[in-house]
């Protein structure tokens, strides 16, 4: 398991996704995978950036790890307010974007795009997993 602590900041972006690419290449991660975890990894963590620590920054920690049936675990553990992603409910998507509430459709579209999504407040932490076939 590989791990990089980064301050929760937008401009940091870059370099979450720079760590976690090169964990998936090592792994020989199909591009298809590779593209859906990146898009998920930039919801989780311009949200964790935005809203954990607001008004102020706090760190994360990610962590990636490939087990032997090549799925890709992908954590994001942040100190901010406690939230639970899974239990909001998903966005009605039957609805127009002028009828439907603001908000949802990013973590709809990890949900729907990850194999699995696991979720813990721990010591602490708000620990969310992302889980990925790759």
Known sequence: MEKIEITA???KLGEVTEFIDAQLEAADC???AQMQ????VEEIFVNIANYAY???VGM???????DEQRRAFITFEDSGV???PLAKEDPDITLSAKERQVGGLGIFMVKKTMDDMLYEYRDGK????LVKKI
């Open 126 to 129: 708000n620990v969310l997993t």
């Open 30 to 32: 199909s591009m298809k």
């Open 60 to 66: 994360a920690l990610i962590s990636v790890d490939v």
């Open 37 to 40: 975890i990146d898009l998920a």
């Open 9 to 11: 900041a937008t401009d």
């Open 82 to 84: 406690p939230y639970d």
């Open 54 to 56: 607001a008004p102020n």
